[in-house]
């Protein structure tokens, strides 16, 4: 069934599409597309050409690139971020990726616990499960959460607190995507509606007081530094329509959905998906950012929600008004500071580091970190920084990608490594002679044993 409507449903305020009353700025602007949000598609023949993006990835942005590269010169209308929410199995990615497309932006998916225990050279963490003495280093991930959400002692607190720094990190390397180059992200999710799984989690018990607490502390002290999404796209359901479609995905795409007690759950889900995602936060959210919503229980039309981003009333906003703020910054200068900030990436995650030592179901005990740390280092690719593991074929010192650039560290494994802890031991000098003989033999598990 195509798309109801482009408003938003009870509880959130109506946001006007049709409404063409623009104000002017009260601070002149450095380049007229900054503080103008129109965003136009592809066929409608209104978008202009960008120029050539700025190399970020491997050579990064600092100070001196800011004196000869400026960064609004890159912005058109679609620099922008459009974030695709609401409950699972309605094909958001599916409509995303047709979004994004049409729009001219880039797709980024959503960040998964595949993120955190595959590394980017392709070998997953998780095949060394049968290697970790303590439970709690056993990896736990959205299939097991479905199958049960209060395994591994705090399994589902860890994955959540996983979770929550590499989305974080997602969003982070998208503006930074946006800033050098100027082309728009569509990604799904996003660090600002993280706590609705968080509230939702220890409503019904499943995760620890402390947990929760540690949460908030971490999303305090690094959500201001980030830039509200310019456009939410909500796709509804109701419960019953959303619970047949994962029941019917689970017989073929998502087995371990089957007979869920997260999915067949009532109470949870109406919980998390409809009272807080939909009617809390979505109202907040729709201060700062434009927000669509549609019925989606039978699909829809891309080019139906197209047609109503098009006719968006986002131009021209006053320099108080809280629509758009985050991304009015009116000099060139501090457009240049905040790109420098989300290239450097690592300026910004350092603010998870915070002094709250009492989530004992996120924190491992001294004997549990020895283990994880005894074993970690053996996926090959993570033992240094991603490009630097000549081990699996990383070109020579010479030709390595500068250990500071944008896309040496956002590819760099999510979990704890350090080969200095293993270093001398007899233990991992028969490990590593014994390794060599298999991977020189052929064998496939040359490093899971």
Known sequence: MAALSSKLGAGVPTIGLLANKGRILAVGAVNLKVPKANIYS?????????????????IGFNYLFHLIDGTTKRFNDNSKMVVVDGPPALEKSKFAKELADELDMVYVPPVSMEDYYVNYDGYDLRELDHKFHYLRNVSFDEKKFAKDPTAQDGGLDRMLDHLQHMRYASYLDALAHIFNTGRGIVTEKSPYSEHVYVEAAYKQGWIAKTSRTYFYKKRENTLPFLLRPNLIIYLDAPLDVVQSKIRARAQTTHPWEKNSPVYENRDYMQHCYWDLLK???????????????????????????????????MDYWDKYDKQQKDWRMHTEENY?????????????????????????????????????????????????????????????????????SHTARAKDVKYAVDPQFVKGSQEHEEYVRKREEKKAAGEKRWWQF
């Open 42 to 58: 592809k066929t409608s023949g209104m978008l202009e050409p960008r120029l050539k993006p700025w190399p970020y990835e491997t």
């Open 279 to 313: 009617k809390d936060y979505l109202k907040e959210a729709s201060v700062h950012s434009q927000v669509l919503m549609y019925d989606w229980s039978e699909g829809g039309d891309t080019e139906v929600v197209v047609e109503d981003i098009e006719r968006l009333n």
């Open 336 to 404: 240049a500071k905040r790109r420098l900030e989300f290239t450097r990436r690592r300026l910004y995650l350092n603010y998870f580091n915070i002094d709250y030592w009492h989530a004992d179901k996120v924190h491992a005990t001294q004997p549990e970190s020895e283990d994880f740390l005894k074993y970690s280092h053996r996926v090959p690719g993570s033992r240094y920084m991603h490009g630097f593991n000549e081990e699996i074929g990383n070109s020579s010192t010479l030709f390595r990608p500068s250990w500071y």
